[in-house]
């Protein structure tokens, strides 16, 4: 038990700062990059504005190419890119990048669909395309975007564990170092009540 608190003592705090930093930073890129796809994809669909079936259909097929991989899978193939943009990819950054490129999929789906759900009677005919936009379609879309972005944070978070598998820091790296790894079965059982907790 004095082992127990005195590893969470040494290394809770940073791992909480590791996994709220590749959290926030996946998630703002997520939400935005995701929302351009999504826009994308919406536009490139919907006859109202410039359909485009061969586009829609290659960036539809790498967005379900990318979600349709387990992301502890994902996150294997990814080390060597990050590797290459950050020379270590066993960093919180690097699986700060590693969750971006996971999230911005998995919010282009959500934010997609919310788009399609709005009726086309709001899309006023005389209007341009930025204007429907941004009066009709962002508003219209707004309570389902705002849940997908909750949702996303919520996979990050579950997701943003599974990067202490490859030893890039956060919680998840510190429940399998202290917790697995030694035995510390305390460590564990806190850090599960913390993710309950977040969540």
Request: charged letters at 10%.
């Amino acid at each position: 038990m004095e082992e127990t608190l005195e590893i969470l003592q040494d290394n809770l705090g940073q791992a909480l700062i590791d996994t709220a930093y590749m959290v926030v930073v996946s998630a703002i890129i997520g939400v935005v990059l995701g929302t351009l796809v999504a826009l994308l994809l919406y536009l490139t669909e919907n006859r109202l504005f410039t359909p485009n079936h061969a586009l829609n259909v290659i960036v539809g097929f790498i967005v379900n190419a990318i979600r349709s991989l387990p992301f502890l899978i994902l996150m294997v193939v990814l080390i060597p890119v990050v590797q290459l943009i950050l020379g270590d990819p066993y960093t919180p950054t690097g699986g700060a990048i590693s969750l971006s490129i996971a999230a911005v999929p998995f919010f282009a789906r959500i934010t997609e669909s919310a788009f399609s759900e709005v009726d086309p009677g709001l899309l006023e005919a005389g209007a341009t395309t930025r204007q429907i936009i941004v009066d009709a379609v962002f508003p219209q879309a707004l309570p389902s975007f705002i849940r997908g972005v909750v949702l996303t944070i919520i996979s990050l978070i579950g997701y943003s564990a599974m990067v202490g598998t490859i030893g890039a820091g956060g919680i998840g790296d510190m429940a399998i170092q202290y917790g697995y790894n030694r035995y510390e079965t305390g460590v564990l059982v806190v850090i599960v009540i913390i993710l309950i907790v977040i969540v």
